[in-house]
Antibody, heavy 119, light 110 residues
Framework: QVQLQQWGAGLLQPSETLSLTCAVFHESFNTYYWSWIRQPPGEGLEWIGKIGRGASANYKPSLESRVTISVDTSKNQFSLKLNSVTAADTAVYYC?????????????WGQGTLVTVSS | QSALTQPAFVSGSPGQSITISCTGTSSDVGSYQLVSWYQQHPGKAPKVMIFEVNKRPSGVSNRFSGSKSGNTASLTISGLQAEDEADYYCCSYEGGSTFVFGTGTKVTVL
């Protein structure tokens, strides 16, 4: 069974950097893509970006200038950084397995982290 | 790169069948067999119900089925049950190694 456990700061001030990490408990870490997805309160899901083999990352174009997804294969972890946050970045952030071409769907998810941006 | 379009609300009585549409463009839904569907209950993480247009993951009821025609994908729930009441989202690969979700549909079991 694949398990994802995520953590990070839940309250940020405007202009700060959001930082979240997701640990994967499964031997499949090096053979899949791993994504970050967010959901503003009462709204829909938004794909943020993904990282996969060789640490190559891809991002939603409208967020690309502020987002960095990185991976630490020695710890089976991947991370999200989103800089210059505003209230519009307030959301539940999920890490998930998926985002490749052969494994495009998101089949395992973290528990979600509510990140609130407020002064 | 706009969100895929879904109806905001769909409802049905127990035992009935309902269909949720997901309309994209020739750059996403219309070009790839990489549409997936997710069920989300309040306060929970989404759960994949359909992947690659019409494939069901192990453990998902065969009451859920998917299809695609042109730029529109569809999720059909047959034999509607109270536990199917949830939000549903479609998702499509849109090229350039990126993905886009649908606007979401709230399913109500009357």
């Amino acid at each position: 069974q694949v398990q994802l456990q995520q953590w990070g700061a839940g309250l940020l001030q405007p202009s700060e950097t959001l930082s979240l990490t997701c640990a994967v408990f499964h031997e499949s870490f090096n053979t899949y893509y791993w994504s970050w997805i967010r959901q503003p309160p009462g709204e829909g899901l938004e794909w943020i970006g993904k990282i996969g083999r060789g640490a190559s990352a891809n991002y939603k174009p409208s967020l690309e200038s502020r987002v960095t997804i990185s991976v630490d294969t020695s710890k089976n972890q991947f991370s999200l950084k989103l800089n210059s946050v505003t209230a519009a970045d307030t959301a539940v952030y999920y890490c998930a397995r998926g985002g490749g071409i052969t494994t495009s769907s998101f089949d395992y998810w973290g528990q979600g982290t509510l990140v609130t941006v407020s002064s | 790169q706009s969100a895929l379009t879904q109806p905001a609300f769909v409802s049905g009585s127990p035992g009935q069948s309902i269909t949720i549409s997901c309309t994209g463009t020739s750059s996403d839904v219309g070009s790839y067999q990489l549409v997936s569907w997710y069920q989300q209950h309040p306060g929970k993480a989404p759960k994949v119900m359909i992947f690659e247009v019409n494939k069901r993951p192990s453990g998902v009821s065969n009451r859920f089925s998917g299809s695609k025609s042109g730029n529109t994908a569809s999720l059909t729930i047959s034999g509607l049950q109270a536990e199917d009441e949830a939000d549903y989202y479609c998702c499509s690969y849109e090229g350039g190694s990126t993905f886009v979700f649908g606007t979401g549909t709230k399913v109500t079991v009357l």
